[in-house]
């Protein structure tokens, strides 16, 4: 089951750190992702990693502002996101992918948490 939280409103240029805990994940295949989902738009990949090494990948859009990362002991991971933009707002999502690489395409993720909204505001 996968938690999503730290979403909420914040002006452009601020920054917000969006958490997701996997609870009762035991086991270090697979991989996470970040997906947001903006009004009138397609889900789309945001950020990746994987449960184990230190893969990860992130979307264009948010290269070089956002950061994903993951506490293997906690069975969590984070997107540190910096530098927002109003195009940034969305409802995101964390999805987890049980065994396989990680990738940026949703339908291959195994579950999925409820989302959590970040608002950037001009």
């Known amino acids: 089951q996968l938690q999503a939280s730290g979403g909420g409103l914040v002006q452009a240029g601020g920054s917000l750190r969006l958490s997701c805990a996997a609870s009762?994940?035991?086991?270090?295949?697979?991989?996470m992702g970040w997906f947001r989902q903006a009004p009138g738009k397609d889900r789309e990949f945001v950020a990746g990693?994987?449960?184990?090494?230190?893969?990860?990948d992130y979307a264009d859009s948010v290269k070089g502002r956002f950061t994903i990362s993951r506490d293997n002991a906690n069975s969590a991971v984070y997107l540190q996101m910096n530098s927002l933009k109003p195009e940034d707002t969305a409802v995101y999502y964390c999805a987890d992918r049980t065994y396989g690489p990680l990738t940026a395409t949703a339908r291959v993720y195994d579950s999925w948490g409820q989302g959590t909204l970040v608002t950037v505001s001009s």
């Open positions: 990693i994987r449960w184990s090494g230190s893969r990860t």
């Open positions: 009762g994940r035991t086991f270090s295949s697979g991989a």
